[in-house]
Every structure is written in C-alpha cells, then in structure tokens.
C-alpha cells in the first residue's frame, strides 16, 4: 500500500465532501466554544454574581440596627475585598492561548494556567462556604436578640470552632472535587499529550 | 490584511483545516464545531501572521493545537458523567473503502503521533515538525519510524 497516494487520495476526499463546512464572515466573528476559554469566562461571572449577592447584603446594613449593621457591612466589605483581590489575580494570568506557538510550549501554559484559575475557585470555596452559614445563622440570632454577647453567651466555643472548622474543611474539599470532576480529565488529557511528545 | 484576504487564503487551504477536522473530531457535530475554533483561532491570530511565513504552514500549526486541545462533546460527557466512551468516533460517511481504511489506522494513532504522522504525509520534513511541535529533530525521526511501522502493522492487520 503506498501511504502518501492513500493519505492524498482520503485529503481529496475530504475536499470532495466539504460543502457543510463554511468560512465566510460569520465563522470570524463568533465566540470560542474551547474549554478553556469557557473556564475563564465563566470565572468572570462568578465574579459578577458575587456581586449580586454582595449588594442585598449591603442595602440590608443600611435598614438594619446595630451590630446586625455592622455584621452585614463587614461581609460586604469582605465580599467585596475577596472579588477584588480574584479579579486582580485573574487578571494577572494571562489567559490568552498562543496557538502559534509550539505545541510542547501551548499545552504547559495551558496546563498552568488552568491549575492558577482553578486555585482561584478553589479558594472561594475555602473562604466563602464556611463564612456563609455561621454569618446567616449569626445574623438570624441578631434579628432576635440585638446583642452580640447575648448570642456569644449562648452558644460553647467548643461547638463553634469544631462546626467552623468541619465547615472550612468540607468548603475546601468541596471545591477541590468540583475542579477535579469538571476539569481533571481535560488536564489529564493535556499531560497525557506532554507525555506522548516525550516518548 | 482584510478579511477577506484572510478568508480567500483559508479557502485556498482549506484541504489541511479539513484533514486535521476529520481525524480529530468525533463525529459530524463535533467537527463542525472544531471548524469553526479553528477559523476563530487563525482569525484572532492572524495579525501576528508574517507575510514571509508560508500561510499553510501557520494554518497546520494552529489548526493541529486547537485540535489538541479542544474537547469533544464525547470528551465533554465523560469529563462530567463518566459515562461517555471518548475513544468511539464515527467513520465520515462521505469516505470510499480505501480512504476509510486509512482513516481507521490514523484514529488508532494516539493524538501526538496521529499529528506527526500528517505534517509528515503532508511534506513537512522533520525539522520543520520539530518547530511545529516541539521535539527535537533526532527524536522526530525516532518517532516517525515507530509511528509508519505501526500504521503498517495496523494496516496489514485488516
């Protein structure tokens, strides 16, 4: 069999049968579908929808009494500070794939620059998990009682630190899981690629 | 240079897009879809295209990285379900006996090799693989060696 006259006869083939496959003005001016650029998109609006929870929260400090107003401010100005600093990092990475690049040198960077964006998601979910359960409950008690230390009186410390810390825990592992279900196989896929171009 | 200058230079070469689109992509959805990155990618890349690179050379490049790291919809239900097969592909239909003879052998090829083994087919000797990819141009010889004896034993197989 000789390889090169089947490999352009199949190449004919294939020119031979192309009509469904078009270039014209709109290919250029559609979104990528690639996943990667989906990850960093979809980053983005996380980021936005924090926004969207942050800002109840800040309309609820300015109706609500002392020290609820307080508690709210301050998981605003947490929120707010948490967006702040992922966007600034997010920003730092540069998400843009060269494709003209080498193909050793296109799937390294893109393999630590997923691993960067996911430790971005893996620490909101550290941070933000474990602070928004005792903040609500926090903040229910307040509406009740008025009184921090009333609140403070009530409950064991031993109870708090041990439920916080199960929280944190679990946030943590929670987030890591998630990344490792949506994403683990496309970085396998894309160490397994580094591998064959050693071999 | 225009767009349009960019479309007709795609168009002129659309046979390597073509090529790389079928022996990456799963299934006619999917290659649609891998299409289309591809043109998106070289568009958004195309200012950085130098008059005196050869265009099909730039085009292979960026067409072969975009298909290494794109996700198929296969790849894409595996990756959230576990329950997709992403080895399984289906035969362009459009495909006489013999080409998809040939077709099949590539597929078994994993996707590096399947990538070497057409630059190779398609004229680019080993040095100028090499700088598409990466490997040196010892190694790509090496590899291209054990890829065309492989590609034999599968095809003798059938």
Redesign the interface.
């Known amino acids: 069999m000789d390889l090169q006259q089947e490999w352009e006869n199949m190449g004919a083939e294939f020119i031979d049968h192309s009509a469904s496959y078009t270039v014209d003005y709109n290919s250029i001016r559609k979104e990528s579908k690639g996943l990667f650029e989906t990850m960093v998109k979809n980053l983005y609006y996380k980021m936005t929808w924090i926004r969207v929870i942050s800002i109840p929260v800040l309309i609820g400090a300015f109706f609500a009494e002392a020290p609820l107003k307080y508690l709210l401010l301050t998981v605003f100005v947490v929120y707010e500070i948490g967006r702040m600093l992922s966007i600034r990092s997010l920003k730092k990475i540069n998400t843009q794939i060269d494709y003209t690049a080498i193909t050793r040198t296109i799937l390294t960077q893109q393999i630590a620059v997923m691993k960067q964006v996911l430790w971005i998601e893996k620490i909101w979910g550290a941070v933000f998990i474990p602070l928004a359960a005792p903040v609500g409950y926090l903040a229910s008690q307040l509406m009740q009682y008025k009184n921090i230390f009333t609140i403070w009186h009530q409950w064991e410390p031993v109870y708090i630190i041990t439920g916080w810390l199960v929280l944190t825990a679990t946030g943590f592992l929670l987030a890591g899981w998630m990344n490792k279900i949506a994403f683990g196989k496309y970085l396998k896929k894309l160490n397994d690629q580094i591998t064959q171009l050693e071999e | 240079m225009s767009?349009q200058d960019?479309?007709q230079l795609?168009?002129a070469n659309?046979?390597i897009?073509?090529?790389i689109?079928?022996l990456y992509a799963d299934d006619?959805e999917d290659?649609?879809?891998l299409?289309?990155?591809i043109?998106?990618?070289?568009?958004k890349?195309y200012s950085?295209?130098k008059a005196e690179a050869k265009f099909s050379t730039?085009l292979y490049?960026?067409s072969?990285?975009?298909s290494?790291?794109?996700?198929n919809k296969k790849?894409?239900a595996?990756?959230?379900n576990n329950t997709g097969k992403p080895d399984e592909y289906v035969v362009?239909a459009?495909?006489?006996e013999?080409?998809d003879?040939?077709?099949q052998a590539i597929r078994q090829l994993?996707?590096?090799?399947r990538?070497i083994i057409m630059l190779h087919?398609?004229g680019y000797d080993n040095a100028e693989i090499g700088?598409?990819?990466?490997?040196s141009k010892n190694n790509t010889g090496v590899?291209l060696h054990r890829i065309?004896q492989q590609?034999?034993n599968i095809?003798n197989k059938k």
Do not use: M
């Open positions: 767009e960019f479309l795609v168009e659309k046979g897009v073509l090529k689109v079928n006619a290659r649609k879809d299409h289309q990155e043109i998106f990618q070289c568009w890349s950085s295209f730039w490049k960026i072969l990285n975009v290494l790291t794109y996700l790849e894409k595996a990756r959230l362009p459009e495909l006489s013999r080409a003879h040939l077709y994993n996707e590096i090799d990538g087919l398609d700088e598409i990819t990466g490997i590899k065309k590609l034999t095809l």
